[in-house]
Every structure is written in structure tokens, then in C-alpha cells.
């Protein structure tokens, strides 16, 4: 049985978002805030004497997070989001995607644009965590000058109270976003410790960002599926984030068309490669060069810390992902193991038959083995692809890499040793019964059997030389044949 993932310390919300949602900024201290387009307005200081009937004056204009300028493409997601937020009464929208896709960049870019062509009052709070979404409505409450005189005997009272006024009259058109809500146990039920207090009015546009599809479904959402980003949208930010790029030669642009690539796409890797560039000087053709020249190199570029004014502390590429494998594993630890075993396998085109006869526990319940797919489907941490009649799975290929960097050495070695021994029965060491392989099942038993010096890797390894030489593929049988040579002469150094 493979073991369940092991949770790390990961401090902070991991979110792989290109811009910056790991902070909520506190408006206590700050007299007047200025946007562009839009009146000025007082934000009162604690304490103040407010009225329960004052309103302060508007719109109102609650964003902790400057526009930002270096915003590049996505004008599809941004029509679509404005054609689900502009309809009449209560509209909730949900931008689901992979951490890193740009979710919270896209929900930032609109508000900022509404905020300046509209009148609507724009509010913005963190869904990360409870506390967080508490000290977001305490200094909605205080800017909006709702009395905060029960919040300290009646911490569920007031929020209560602030949900009132969202549904109330005096509200007026509003947004919400709440940002990173990807916490299921926070949203899945009307009575769960955050959606309780979600307001549920006639009027007004709540924004959900969220890498998971259960909390937009449960919350009632129009969803947006937010992917990875089209060449030319990852092109324009890249080259908004590399400050040389004016004065790269055509030679060296190539390569950074290489490197988008190699990263496939996602705004969050696109920043990361391009800070790390500017930061140490590195030509794009270097960093290429570095990226290719094996999977611990590729895996170290990509677990190099960056941060911008916008992050509140600094992260990698890789470790976005971690709070999620650690919530997984949490909730439900059949999913943990099955997103292990893949993770060992090539990352494409996986056969739905070979993760339900993996031999797991409890996978070979179909019910079990939905739920368990389901979750990683619901996180897009895979995808499906069909086939014919036939489904199979893709990884994410940033995703493998993580989940490898995550785990400690001997939940690796576990894994790929589970991996070996799923693929092996795949693979009979008669002739006849090599006529009966499936072709879909090789380029996973290369993966396995790669850089491992168990034994049963390399007998694997021969027998997939042995299937490649049958089916007449001489110089793929060539190449297998060298590997194992080299892994048994390791193995017995």
C-alpha cells in the first residue's frame, strides 16, 4: 500500500497566482486612498464615533492591492467575467484554475477596471483562512462604518452584522471578491466556518478565486476555467517582467519562446524564470541551457524564491503547490496516494485501467476510485483526455515536478518503488505474452524504470527492450538496453 503524502510545514498560503494574494493589508492607519477615476474618501480610524445609521461617503472602494501595471492579455477571461458579474440581481462567479494560473491577477484587473468606470462600491477580502476573512470584514465594517462595539464579545454576531449589510439596502452595487478561497471545509455547506457569513442578497457580485472546483460548485458559481496562458499573452508578459528585453537580440528571443515552453505557459513560471533572469543577469540562452541539461537542474531553477512588492513573502514555482498536496492529504488520503503513484509515471496520456488496478487500497471501488480522481480533477492537478472509448489522465508537468520536491526521500522511494510494481504486471516475461502488451503502457515503464536502482527496474527495463525489439523499434530497443546496462553497472558500484 503506498502511504498517504506527508504534510510539510508550509507557512503562508502558497498561491501560485502571478500577483500577489498572499497578503491582506490592514486599512486602520491609511486617512484617504486614491484611485484613478474615483472620488477620494475617508477611511475612519478605530475608535471613531460612528452613528448606526452614518454612512460614509462613496463609492467605496476597498482593494488591498495596487492595479498592476504589468497585467499582460486575458482579455477573453476578463469579457467573461464582466458578462457574469454585469447581470441583474445576485451574481457569483468563480475563477477556478491551477495555482500559478493567474486567478486572483485576473479577479485584481477587473475590479480595477470597474473601479473606474463605474460608481459600484468594490470590496476585496481573503478566503484563505477564517481569520483572514474575519479582519477582512472588520475593516470593511470600519470603512463602512458599521459599529464594531459587539465584535469583541460576538465575533460570529458581527459578521453576521456585515452580511446584513451587504444584503441591506444601504449597501448599493457592490463587488466582493473573495480571494484564495480554497479551503473546501470553509465553503462546502451554507453553515461552513466561512460561507455562513458569504452574503446571499438580491443584489451585488461576489468573485470567488479558487483552485478548487467543489467550493465554486457548492457556492452556487459561474464558473471560468482559468488555463495556462495562449504564446503571445505568455510572450507580452514576459516581457513585461524582463527588464532587458528591449535590447535582447532576435537570437536570444527565440529562446525565451523556448523557455515559455519548457515552463508551459503558466503565468506564475513565466514571472518566476523572468525575475530569476533579471535578478542574476542570466541570458535566456543560459538559462535554457541550465533548464535542459537534466531534471535536478530544471527542478533547482524552479525552486529559486521570488517575490515582488505585490507578495508578501517570497516563494518558488514548486512550492505553490504545497499547501495543496497537503490538503489532499487531509481530506482524502486515497487521492494523496493515487496523486503519488502518477507522479512517477510519464505525465501524459496515463490509461485509466492502470491507475484502477494499481492495487491501492479501496481503489478497486469504482465509487472510491471517482471520488479519488475526482479530487485531483477537481484541483487541476490532472486532466482528462479521451481517446476512442478509452480515458486517460494527463499530470500537469510543473505539478510532478513539485509533488517530487515535495516529498521527503523515503515516500519517494516508496512511491517509485509502488509504481514499478503496478507497471510490472503490465509487462509478462513470455514472447507470446509480450504480442499482448499495450503500447499505451511503455513510455510509462521508461519513466519508472528511469535513474532507479531497484532490480525490479532494470528486469522491467529489459523486458520493455525486449517488447521494442519484437515490435521491430531497433533503436528505441538500443537505447533501453544501454540504460539498464548503466543502472545494473551503478547498482553495483
Known sequence: MVQGLEAHNTRGNHSGNTGNNNTHSSFNNINKIVL????????????????????????????????????????????????????????????????????????????????????????????????????????????????????????????????????????????????????????????????????????????????????ASRQGCRMIEVGKMGEEEALELFSNRFDSWGSLKDEEKKHVVAILGLVYHLPLAIVGSAVFMTETETPPSTYRTIFQENETRMKDLLSQPFCDIQREAAESILSTYFSTFAQIRQQMPLAADLLRLIAFFNHQNIPEELLTQCGLEGMDHSANFRYAIGKLLGFSLVTIVKCGDRTFYDLDRLVQLSLQAYLPTEELDQGRAAALEVISQFFPQSQDGRRDIDPAYIPHAVAVTRDSKDPIAEELGFRVALYLLDMGSYDNADIQIRECAALRAERKE
Open 36 to 215: 484613478p477615476g474615483v472620488t477620494h474618501f475617508e477611511v475612519p480610524h478605530q475608535g471613531s464615533a460612528l452613528g448606526v445609521g452614518e454612512a460614509a461617503p462613496g463609492p467605496h472602494r476597498f482593494i488591498p492591492y495596487c492595479r498592476n501595471d504589468r497585467f499582460a492579455g486575458r482579455k477573453c477571461l476578463l469579457e467573461e467575467v464582466k458578462r457574469f458579474s454585469e447581470g441583474k440581481g445576485h451574481n457569483r462567479v468563480a475563477l477556478h484554475g491551477l495555482g500559478g494560473s493567474g486567478k486572483t491577477q485576473i479577479a485584481l484587473e477587473y475590479v480595477h477596471q470597474r473601479a473606474s468606470e463605474s460608481n459600484w462600491n468594490i470590496f476585496w477580502v481573503q478566503g484563505s483562512e477564517v481569520s483572514k476573512f474575519s479582519e477582512g470584514f472588520r475593516d470593511i465594517a470600519q470603512h463602512v462604518r458599521i459599529p464594531l462595539a459587539s465584535a469583541k464579545k460576538d465575533e460570529n454576531g458581527f459578521l453576521l452584522s456585515v452580511r446584513r449589510w451587504f444584503e441591506g439596502p444601504n449597501s448599493g452595487s457592490w463587488i466582493l471578491v473573495i480571494d484564495n478561497a480554497d479551503n473546501e471545509d470553509d465553503f462546502v455547506s451554507n453553515d461552513s466556518p466561512i460561507a455562513k457569513f458569504i452574503p446571499q442578497g438580491i443584489s451585488g457580485t461576489l468573485i470567488f478565486t479558487t483552485r478548487s472546483r467543489l467550493v
